[in-house]
């Protein structure tokens, strides 16, 4: 109510209330309608989560949205308004954070495993010769990697990946 009555003092002041007046009756109508703000300082609250890094704020829009809910279906005070976005938001952060960060984000451990898994085991052709301290040439899957190996590997044999290092596969011969 005191930001509403700062915005008819600051329209009043200008001159500026004849021509602004659609805008002054469209801020005092989100004023007046709790579920309204609680849905549009939720949606800032999501957008300013794709600008701001972390995956922090987002939880904070879904505390905003809960609240928007609860007074739609009710009409809460605004001091029980601001608790229900508190706790809300707490618990929601404090709950879903790590789910959902590892539902939709990689963790650095589960993508290396599964990059190894690609690799490790899998059967490559020898382009060059190589062995011992001299690194050489494999292709697997028709691309060409730098490869290491401790025995002596000739061109055109068959080798087993036994690990992957950065861009450099590590091989052994084939049995």
Not at 85 to 94: D, E, N, P, Q, R
């Amino acid at each position: 109510m005191v930001l509403l009555f700062l915005l008819y003092l600051y329209f009043i002041q200008n001159n500026h209330l004849a021509n602004n007046f659609k805008l002054f009756v469209m801020i005092a109508n989100i004023f007046s309608r709790p579920e309204l703000f609680w849905f549009i300082f939720g949606l800032g609250l999501f957008l300013l989560e794709l600008v701001i890094p972390g995956f922090f704020i987002f939880f904070f829009g879904l505390g905003a949205w809960v609240t928007a809910l609860v007074c739609l279906v009710g009409n809460p005070g605004t001091n029980v308004q601001i608790v229900i976005f508190a706790v809300t938001s707490i618990i929601s952060l404090i709950a879903l954070r790590r789910i959902i960060q590892k539902k939709f984000f990689y963790s650095k451990g589960t993508q290396s495993e599964d990059v190894e898994d690609e690799f490790t085991g899998k059967e490559a052709l020898a382009t060059t010769d190589f062995g011992g301290i001299k690194n050489g040439k494999v292709e697997f899957k028709g691309t060409t990697w730098t490869a290491e190996s401790v025995a002596e590997i000739k061109e055109g044999q068959r080798v087993i990946i036994i690990e992957k290092e950065s861009f450099k596969l590590i091989v052994e011969p084939k049995k």
